[in-house]
C-alpha cells in the first residue's frame, strides 16, 4: 500500500484514460505503472494507440500547459480542461507530466510522477 494524495491519483488517471479513449477510436491503452522507492515517487504512462499529435500539435499542448488556458484542439477535436487538472496536480504533488508522440495515429503517452511513501 502506499501512502499519498490516492483521490488525486485517481482522479488523473481517469482524465487521462478518458482522453486515451477520446483519440483512439481503435486499438489499444495501455496504463503502466512502477514504484521508484528511491525516490518516492510512483510513475505512471498512459499510452494509446489513437490519434497521436504531430510536432505543432505538441507545441500546442506545451503551449496550453504553460499559459494556462483551458482547451486546446488535436485535429478539430477539443482537449478538456481535465488535462490542464492533471499537470496542475501533478506539479503540486512535487512531480512532473510529459507526453510523447511518434506524429499523426502512432499514438500518444502522458507519463507522469507524484509522491507517495511506503508506510
Request: glycine share 10%; proline share 1%; aromatic share 6%.
Amino acid at each position: 500500500m502506499l501512502v499519498g494524495d490516492q483521490i488525486r491519483l485517481k482522479q488523473i488517471l481517469i482524465n487521462l484514460v478518458k482522453s486515451a479513449l477520446k483519440f483512439t477510436s481503435h486499438g489499444t491503452i495501455q496504463i503502466i505503472s512502477y514504484y521508484d522507492e528511491a525516490k518516492e515517487l510512483i510513475q505512471v504512462r498512459v499510452t494509446d494507440s489513437g490519434a497521436g499529435m504531430d510536432q505543432f500539435e505538441k507545441e500546442q499542448l506545451l503551449y496550453m500547459f504553460s499559459k494556462k488556458e483551458e482547451t486546446g484542439t488535436i485535429d478539430g477535436e477539443v482537449m478538456s480542461h481535465g488535462l490542464l487538472i492533471c499537470k496542475h496536480i501533478v506539479e503540486n504533488s512535487g512531480g512532473l507530466i510529459s507526453v510523447t508522440s511518434d506524429g499523426r495515429n502512432k499514438g500518444t503517452t502522458f507519463s507522469f510522477s507524484m509522491k507517495m511513501t511506503v508506510p
